[in-house]
T-cell receptor, first 112, second 111 residues
Framework: DTAVSQTPKYLVTQMGNDKSIKCEQN?????MYWYKQDSKKFLKIMFS???????INETVPNRFSPKSPDKAHLNLHINSLELGDSAVYFC???????????FGAGTRLSVL | GEDVEQSLFLSVREGDSSVINCTYT??????LYWYKQEPGAGLQLLTY?????DMKQDQRLTVLLNKKDKHLSLRIADTQTGDSAIYFC???????????FGTGTRLQVFP
C-alpha cells in the first residue's frame, strides 16, 4: 500500500550505460516530480509533470528524459551515464492545486 | 535568489527541546514545509504551514512562521533518539509548484 514507490532502490552501473528508474503513485495525484539529491544532501527539482504534460524542466542535461505514460507513473531514463550522475533520485507526487508533495524512498544511483 | 538557509548541525540531549531554524526567500510562498530524512531513507513530510498562519502545532511539533523576517522554525518537544535525522525546510516559489529546499539541518540526539 506504498503511496509513492520507486524501483530500483539501488542501481550500480558503468559509465556510458543507459538506465531507467520507475515511479508509481497510488494517491490519485495529478502531478509528479523528479528530484536529485547530491552527496552533500542538497535537493533540487529536475522535472515535473501534470496530467502527463511536462510543466517544469530545470537545467538538466538532455541525457535525462522523463516519460509519463499516465498520471500515476513518471519514469526517468538516463542515457550515456556519467560519474557526476551518481546521486539519490527521488520521485514525488502531489495535487497541483494544493502542492503538498509526497516522496518515494529514493533510488541510489552509483556510476562507476 | 533561491537560497533557503538552515544551520547545518544541531545536537541536543534526549528529553530536551530542539529548535531548527530556516530562512526562506520568497515572501509570496503559499505553503512552507518541513521534511525529515532518516539515514538511507526517503523524505517524510512532517508538517506544513499555510502562509497566513503564524503557528501550527501537531503533537510534539510546533511550527512558527515570521513572514516579516521570512523565518520559519520547527520545535520538537521532548526530543527522542528516533528524532535523529536531517530536517529540510522547503518553500514553494510563487506561481509555480516548484519546491525549493533548504540545505538541511542534521539533528543528533544523545542520551
Amino acid at each position: 500500500d506504498t503511496a509513492v514507490s520507486q524501483t530500483p532502490k539501488y542501481l550500480v552501473t558503468q559509465m556510458g550505460n543507459d538506465k531507467s528508474i520507475k515511479c508509481e503513485q497510488n494517491l490519485g495525484h495529478d502531478t509528479m516530480y523528479w528530484y536529485k539529491q547530491d552527496s552533500k544532501k542538497f535537493l533540487k527539482i529536475m522535472f515535473s509533470y501534470n496530467n502527463k504534460e511536462l510543466i517544469i524542466n530545470e537545467t538538466v542535461p538532455n541525457r535525462f528524459s522523463p516519460k509519463s505514460p499516465d498520471k500515476a507513473h513518471l519514469n526517468l531514463h538516463i542515457n550515456s551515464l556519467e560519474l557526476g550522475d551518481s546521486a539519490v533520485y527521488f520521485c514525488a507526487s502531489s495535487l497541483l492545486a494544493k502542492n503538498i508533495q509526497y516522496f518515494g524512498a529514493g533510488t541510489r544511483l552509483s556510476v562507476l | 535568489g533561491e537560497d533557503v538557509e538552515q544551520s547545518l548541525f544541531l545536537s541536543v540531549r534526549e528529553g530536551d527541546s530542539s529548535v531548527i531554524n530556516c530562512t526562506y526567500t520568497d515572501s509570496s510562498s503559499t505553503y512552507l514545509y518541513w521534511y525529515k530524512q532518516e539515514p538511507g531513507a526517503g523524505l517524510q513530510l512532517l508538517t506544513y504551514i499555510f502562509s497566513n498562519m503564524d503557528m501550527k502545532q501537531d503533537q510534539r511539533l510546533t511550527v512558527l512562521l515570521n513572514k516579516k523576517d521570512k523565518h520559519l522554525s520547527l520545535r520538537i518537544a521532548d526530543t527522542q533518539t528516533g528524532d535523529s535525522a536531517i530536517y529540510f525546510c522547503a518553500e514553494t516559489l510563487s506561481g509555480t509548484d516548484k519546491l525549493i529546499f533548504g540545505t538541511g539541518t542534521r539533528l543528533q540526539v544523545f542520551p
